[in-house]
């Protein structure tokens, strides 16, 4: 079956083509020349040389163009990593918020103050701490509420917050000698596994994200709650709680992907209970058991990654915490609120890449009918 049968097939269960929104940026591939990389993984992961630096891309005479054309890269590949980062934390910072500049954020969107990070903080309160030891204090009253399986830590960054982060970047200052890696999975490639009815019928649904976690570590006294704003207008209050589009655009790329995660989306509105249960099992599942979408890092002292944390989920890997501790800081910038575009596409539409082995037999089947 061609790829040209499988558009056929699809369109003819979903929209007739419309104007985007907000048209996508394309990369001008300013970064191949000076910048090199490769990819990972075929559908997700961009890796930079390790002469790369980022404070070269801070300085350089034509860092605008520089950023414009990362902000896209990473936008298209979900996350990027930087080996061995001499960074300080106002160039870490000074990372994050440009890229979301440089691809058109709102301008009162700035940099993100995690609910429950403190001014008083070494780091101020524009960081969020990656600590394993603080993980260990919180993990009993985690635990209560959560599932024993490893797979209930993929998430995508504070999506209880009505603007969420574009760009999400972290650095790691103290690692243990093994274990402690870090997984990423791309919302593009999930959405390619839906079959197009059940696609299009998500695409009219919303679904409620909410900070349960850190409310339960306020209500036990171990937090406070910043009400806000917490880095843009519309992310306030001690409630931690929204909705959301099930299926988001990329305003970047174009390109539709999944926008529900383990960590924080806890029902979807217009379905009963039972039905939204079984439906966000099965989304959990298709990005925690097809492993071709995913990517998976192996830290080293001072390593950074960058990812697009509207179109992908990631996860931290335990395994080493009963001996070592894992240390670092997170610092986000915050984009637009979520929205879904019906006139976006897929990004093996997009892009011309045939679906999925798994999907083409069925795709096959409809084109024959
Ligand atoms: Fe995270």
Redesign the pocket.
Known sequence: MTYEQVTEATAALSLKPQALKRQPLKRNFSLDKLYPSFKVQPHIGTEFAKEVKIRDLLNAPNTDELFLDLAVLIAERNVAFFRDQDLTWDEQKEFADRLGRASGKPPTSGLHSHPISESSDEFGDKNYAINSELGKKFAKLRDEVRTELHSSAW?S?VTFEVVTPDY?VLRLRELPPEGGDTLWASAFELYERLSPAFAAFLEGLTATHTGDGFIALNKAGLVSINPGPRGAPEDVGTHLSTSHPVIRTNPITGWKGVFVNHGFTRRINELSKDESDAVLKHLFNLYTQNHDLQVRFKWNKHDVAVWDNRSSV?AATRDFEDHWTRVGERSASLGEAPYFDPASTSRRQALGIPPPPARRAHLASLADK
Request: net charge negative.
């Open positions: 998430h960054d999400t990631h």
